[in-house]
Each structure stands twice: as structure tokens, then as C-alpha cells.
């Protein structure tokens, strides 16, 4: 991470899931990993923002000034209440975090994740210190050894915080196969519009349909990543 944060990824292989959307399945690539890789002995987490006048605390509105209660960090405890955090725990991840924030507050919630990791650091023995998480913004202070992207052509939202680091996914997971070829030859194109599909030219891709297992070559290049141990820290 950037500045005083860098400790983390310099102490942390570090892989990030994004989406390009809600609900297109960046949880469950998390969860899918975490039980196909369980040697990794991953710590998960899921980092959320909220939007302008709700609490990172409790995810209501209030009334508490912008930076009051900016951000707010649990463990989760269990594995059966369906929650994203309880779905990591339930694939088989040794621990798992939420991290919510106010929207743009995010650096306000690094030393909170710096200070939960610190707590944890090698509670799995070795090979432990393997972290996934779920987000898209954390790419603004972190460069992670592995950026992972799920897409789904056929939903047409595509967020800011998706469309600012696409160029640095790694590797981009479709959720139904992109019909217009990535080297420009024609097809049907997404239904999300107004992103050039150069950004996703030159990027390794695989299509997992909901309910499917990974693709092998899915499982071995984030093995490799594992195998390597280096954290991509900037």
C-alpha cells in the first residue's frame, strides 16, 4: 500500500476480486478459490463503501459529521449465517474481515486493516500469509500479485471503481461468454457499452457460468502466484 500502508502488502501475498457490477459473482469466485486452494490458508475480507450520509459503523443514516465514524473493521464469527464474510469462513478461510467505509474514506480505513492483519500474521503456520479480498478500490493503494475481474456481458452497469483499474486486472473471469472477440473481430457487443473493448485486449480470460466449477487454468495460474510468494507490492 501506498505511503505508510505498504506494510501490508509487503508483508501479505495479496489477491484482489472485483466486478464489475453487483451481485455478477465476486463473492463467490472468493469462495471458490478459498475451497479449491485450501494449502493457501487464506485470510479473506470483504471491503465495502458506503454512500454520502451513511455510517461505516452500523451502514444507517446518521447524522454524524463526514469524518466521524468513517470507518469500522469486524471478524466475523460464524460460518452460517449466509452473510459474504460467513461464506468465507464456511469455504474454509482461516479467518475472515469486513471492512466498511464512508464513500472516499477508504484511507481512513487502511491502518484499521493494517492492525487487524498485524493481529493475525501467521496464525495458519506456514503458508498462512495468503489474503484475498473482494473489492475494486483498494487498487488505488494497493498493487496485489493478483488482480482478478468477474464480468458479465450481459449486465449493463459497470461501475467507476471497476472501470478505473480494468487495465490493471490480471486476469478477467466472464460470467457468459463475450461474443464480440477480444482481438476486434466482430460479435454482439456487451450490453455494458461505452468501454472500449481494447482495455480487456492482452488480458487472460476464462468463463465461469454461475454454479461451475473453476477452470483448471484458473486454478493453476493463481497457484502459481501462490507458488511464487511474492506479495506485488508497489
Not at 505498504?6 to 489477491?15: A, K
Not at 471492512?99 to 480505513?109: F, N, S
Request: net charge neutral; proline share 5%; charged share 20%.
Amino acid at each position: 500500500m501506498a505511503g505508510s500502508d505498504s506494510r501490508v502488502s509487503q508483508n501479505w501475498l495479496v489477491i484482489v476480486v472485483g466486478g464489475h457490477t453487483r451481485s455478477v459473482g465476486k463473492t463467490q469466485l472468493v469462495c471458490d478459490l478459498i475451497r479449491t486452494l485450501p494449502e493457501a490458508n487464506w485470510i479473506a475480507g470483504k471491503i465495502t463503501q458506503y454512500g454520502h450520509g451513511v455510517c461505516a459503523r452500523n451502514g444507517e443514516n446518521c447524522d454524524c459529521a463526514p469524518s466521524e465514524h468513517a470507518a469500522a473493521l469486524d471478524w466475523e464469527t460464524r460460518n452460517d449465517t449466509g452473510t459474504d464474510t460467513a461464506r468465507f469462513l464456511a469455504a474454509g478461510a482461516k479467518r475472515s474481515l469486513w471492512l466498511r467505509t464512508k464513500q472516499g474514506y477508504l484511507a481512513e480505513g487502511l491502518p484499521l486493516l493494517r492492525g487487524a492483519l498485524e493481529g493475525v500474521k501467521g496464525m495458519g503456520g506456514q503458508g498462512a500469509d495468503n489474503l484475498i479480498l473482494e473489492s475494486n478500490s483498494l487498487l488505488q493503494f494497493l498493487r496485489p500479485a493478483l488482480y482478478l475481474v468477474a464480468l458479465d456481458p450481459v449486465r449493463e452497469d459497470f461501475k467507476d471503481s471497476a472501470r478505473l483499474y480494468l487495465d490493471r486486472a490480471d486476469a478477467l473471469i466472464f460470467r457468459s461468454p463475450l461474443k464480440a472477440g477480444l482481438d476486434g473481430s466482430p460479435g454482439e457487443q456487451p450490453a455494458w457499452g461505452g468501454m472500449p473493448l481494447r482495455l480487456l485486449q492482452g488480458k487472460e480470460s476464462f468463463v465461469q457460468r454461475e454454479g461451475e466449477p473453476l477452470p483448471q487454468s484458473l486454478i493453476e495460474l493463481v497457484r502459481g502466484v501462490l507458488r511464487t510468494g511474492v506479495s506485488g507490492a508497489i
